[in-house]
């Protein structure tokens, strides 16, 4: 039987403090979230592998994304307790849970009700009950709960993000993968007034959302 505290430890020591996450508050949170909770059920012994982990089945699966790639972007986002955050493209909720570890309020948005009630259900069992699952387009945020300090998107877009950017408090940011395969950098967007700053920050990549690839145009 797999001992799921040791995991968390072996997945902070051997996956996140060798990638540069040094953040003392996110290691503890990571340390502490039962990682296990957020899997298909049958699948728990999967929750640390190095890798992104399917939370759904059917076409437009969703993923959990890699201890280590989540870490480093969590950890650019430079969360505060109090602060608002949006979690999009939650899964069952994992990232929401760490957020929710850090002092966050946090909202985890969904496109798909069966797999935001899973998020519920989900959240609830690692103790995270009170964190709000709303459901609605990926690429239009939840404005109901908006502004915000802090958005994820968990997956890669090909397009700027323009919708969630909107959402955003003045001095909030949001990170995301931007790009598909080798050309796929995690990007941050930090709100100045009516700007947005976008700094490109490591080479990542993470399971595409259709919600953010551009619309095909016409073919002549």
Do not use: H, W
């Not at 059920?41 to 989540?70: C, N």
């Amino acid at each position: 039987m797999v001992d799921f505290a040791q995991a968390r430890r072996v997945m902070v020591d051997g996956q996140l403090r060798t990638f540069d996450v040094n953040d003392i508050p996110l290691l503890d949170a990571m340390d502490t979230v039962p990682r296990e909770c957020f899997v298909l059920p049958g699948r728990e012994e999967l929750a640390y592998i190095d890798q992104d982990v399917p939370v759904s089945d059917g076409a437009d699966r969703r993923y959990m994304l890699a201890p280590m790639i989540l870490a480093r972007m969590i950890q650019a986002l430079e969360v505060d307790a109090g602060e608002r955050v949006l979690d999009v493209a939650c899964g069952r909720g994992y990232a929401s849970a760490v957020f929710r570890e850090l002092g966050a309020t946090v909202t985890a948005l969904e496109a798909d009700e069966a797999l935001a009630a899973a998020a519920r259900q989900s959240l609830a069992a690692a103790g995270a009950g009170d964190v709000a699952v709303v459901t609605g387009a990926l690429d239009r945020g939840y404005a109901g709960n908006a502004p915000y300090d802090a958005i994820l998107i968990n997956g890669s877009v090909e397009v700027r993000p323009e919708a969630l950017l909107q959402q955003l408090a003045e001095g909030g940011r949001l990170i995301c993968v931007k790009g598909r395969g080798r050309a796929a950098r995690i990007t941050l967007y930090v709100r100045s007034g009516d700007a947005f700053g976008e700094r490109s920050l490591f080479e990542a990549a993470a399971p595409l959302l259709p919600a953010f690839v551009p619309e095909p145009g016409f073919v002549f």
